[in-house]
Structures are given as C-alpha cells and as structure tokens.
C-alpha cells in the first residue's frame, strides 16, 4: 500500500493549458482467497494513467518502474496503452468550429481536453484536425442516457454552418 500511495502522490508533472496534470488512478485491487483467516500470497492491481503532452508512456513507465522497486517489491507489470494524448492546433478546423457555434447559438467557446478517452487518439496520429462536437449531455454513460430533440436540430444546423465554412475556406 505505500507505493500505491507513492504512486498517488507522484508530481507526474503540472499539466498544461490544454491538459491537466497527469494523475496516477487505482481501479482494481485483488488479493486472497475469499478466507479471513489467510494471509494473501500474492496482490493483483489495475491501474491507469491520466497523462498530458508534458510527458511520454516510457517516462511513466520509467517512473513507476522506479517508485516500485523503491519499495522493494516483487512485482511484474503488463502495459497497455490505449493511445497517446494529442492536441489539435489552431486551424481551419478549429475557426470553423468555433465560428459556426458562435453564429449559431450565439455562445463563445473554450477549448477543452475534458471528456475522458477520445476516439480521436486513433485520428490525430495521421495529422489530421481533431475535434469533437455534441450535444450537451448530463446523462452520458448512464440508465436512460438521453438528448433533448431541439438539442438535436440546433447540433445539426451548428454542423452545416461548420461545412459551409470549410467550403469557403477550400474555395
């Protein structure tokens, strides 16, 4: 438990502008046989990484690596990476987003890397402008996960505004 705790109160590092820092998350802990009478041979975890731009998976992997042989402990780890972070620049992308939502609904717009794992990860690495738009959602991911209708149409019409200035643009 202290070097899960260690690995908790790592600085990884400050975040950025775009990014919060990046954060150690503990979501599985195993260990025994279901007795209360047996002390456990072994321990089984599963944890994730929360990373920004500021650093890569091997400095993560170098640095827990480090913290847990700190601690002395036998252990052996299995990485999976589901993506690496990105960050889509000014563009015509961008404007054209930003401008359509103003025009629209007459709001300004911030732009904001929360929201949990994106599908973009799978798009940014071939160079191309990322951004996601939706509808506003309090009940994403959960029983009865729904959308207001004129939510929909006001959406809709935001992404014709984005195309008609991406035409301009081309043209």
């Not at 500021?54 to 589901?82: F, M, N, P, Q």
């Not at 404007?95 to 890397?113: P, W």
Request: charged content about 20%; hydrophobic content about 40%; glycine content about 8%.
């Amino acid at each position: 438990m202290p070097a899960f705790a260690a690995l908790s109160a790592e600085v990884w590092d400050e975040g950025n502008e775009y990014f919060p820092p990046t954060s150690f998350q503990l979501s599985n802990i195993h260990a025994g046989t279901g007795a209360n009478n047996v002390v456990p041979g072994h321990l089984e975890a599963k944890f994730n990484f929360r990373f920004s731009t500021e650093l890569t998976d091997v400095e993560i992997k170098e640095r827990t690596h480090a913290i847990l042989d700190a601690h002395g402990l036998d252990y052996e780890l299995t990485w999976i990476l589901s993506g690496h972070p990105f960050i889509t620049g000014e563009g015509n992308l961008v404007n054209a987003c930003q401008g359509a939502i103003k025009a629209i609904t007459g709001l300004d717009t911030e732009l904001s890397t929360s929201g949990g794992t994106s599908d973009g990860r799978f798009i940014a690495p071939t160079g191309a402008q990322v951004v996601e738009l939706g509808p506003v959602n309090a009940t994403i991911h959960q029983i009865n996960e729904r959308v207001k209708a004129e939510d929909l149409d006001t959406l809709s019409s935001v992404y014709e505004n984005i195309m008609a200035r991406l035409l301009v643009d081309e043209a």
